[in-house]
């Protein structure tokens, strides 16, 4: 995370000063060297999972930001601590020219306050969360008067999320209903999103930094659709040097295959389905931190998958995060109990 222009820049690694604006990228130039071209260059730098976060000390604040042109609607959601802003804050749409977001303080902040403590909730509502799309977006700067927020306005623990486009949020339809932002609010955690469309090969080097990013309580790990086109040995070689790499990692990790995926070659989806769990078993399965769930426990409704037939649907996105969640806080549950976490 980076604080510029009195504004917590969540899930943001670098900042890059551009002629269109302030520009964000998710991995830091040192660790995206050592990736594939097109993450190094395009997913890096998706707004997946950023947040503006920042804490008004007048009754207004304006933030301006612009698109990069879409297929679909870059729109951003907007957040009081845990809690959605009302009708007229709930989302805005960024355009391809400078858009002026307005944040209104709530007349109704003592109540949200409130809430907050009787739910227990871990973000302070007094914190302004600009929950960007998953399209490209530039910062151009903001007016009144905010800071960033205080360690103790946010939750204590964060969840991370590695995956495909699946994590990263393809049609779900708006970056609240990805699962890695329904698990950590589930969780009551803070997420991380690192999704990457199309390029999470797991990488050798993304383990790496993984494995050294101390901001994480706790991390899932989606494996293998974008590798479909992989040779078998490559998948496997990467799937293992991947899991290798976090072996050596003693948070909670939550490992899973390929979700139902109805594409042209079921019999090699089914194939490197296997070859992710068979790899879990021979390197992980004696690390009591570590928890494998197929992807079709997960997600195994047709129904729920899209018309491209490879990502799920708005439900099927709900439908991971809240299965994939009961696996988590069974484990969590049991550490919390024991006093370990």
Wanted: proline residues 4%; negative net charge; glycine residues 8%.
């Amino acid at each position: 995370m980076i604080t510029y222009d009195n504004i917590l820049f969540h899930n943001v690694e670098e900042l890059e000063k551009t002629e269109q604006g302030m520009k964000f990228w998710r991995l830091p130039a040192a660790v995206r060297a050592d990736l594939s071209e097109n993450l190094r260059t395009n997913t890096a730098r998706f707004g997946t999972g950023i947040e503006l976060r920042f804490k008004m000390k007048e009754d207004k604040a304006v933030i301006h930001l612009v698109a990069e042109p879409s297929e679909e609607a870059n729109v951003c959601f907007l957040y009081y601590g845990s809690i959605q802003g009302g009708w007229q804050y709930s989302s805005k749409i960024i355009g391809t020219q400078d858009t002026a977001i307005t944040i209104i303080k709530p007349e109704n902040m003592d109540r949200l306050k409130e809430i907050t403590e009787e739910q227990h909730l871990p973000f302070d509502p007094e914190v302004v969360r600009i929950v960007l799309p998953y399209g490209n977006i530039y910062y151009l700067g903001h007016e009144g008067d905010i800071v960033p927020p205080e360690k103790e306005d946010l939750p204590e623990k964060t969840y991370l999320a590695y995956g495909s486009s699946i994590t990263h949020g393809s049609l779900a339809l708006g970056s609240p209903h990805t699962y890695a932002f329904q698990i950590g609010r589930r969780l009551k955690y803070d997420y991380l999103n690192k999704g990457f469309a199309g390029t999470a090969l797991a990488e050798e080097a993304m383990a790496r930094w993984i494995h050294e990013n101390k901001t994480w309580d706790v991390a899932s790990f989606e494996l293998g659709v974008n590798m479909m086109g992989m040779a078998e040995e490559d998948f496997r070689s990467n799937i293992h040097r991947f899991m290798t790499v976090l072996r050596e990692d003693t948070r909670p990790m939550f490992f899973t295959s390929i979700f139902r995926e109805n594409g042209p070659d079921p019999a090699q989806t089914e194939n490197f389905r296997k070859i992710v769990r068979e790899e879990f078993r021979q390197v992980l399965s004696d690390r009591e931190n570590a928890h494998f769930t197929e992807g079709t426990d997960l997600l195994g409704e047709p129904e729920f998958i899209s018309q491209d037939l490879v990502h799920p649907s708005l439900e099927g996105a709900w439908a991971i995060g809240e299965r994939w969640y009961e696996v988590m806080k069974k484990y969590l549950y049991k550490e919390v109990c024991n006093g370990s976490i």
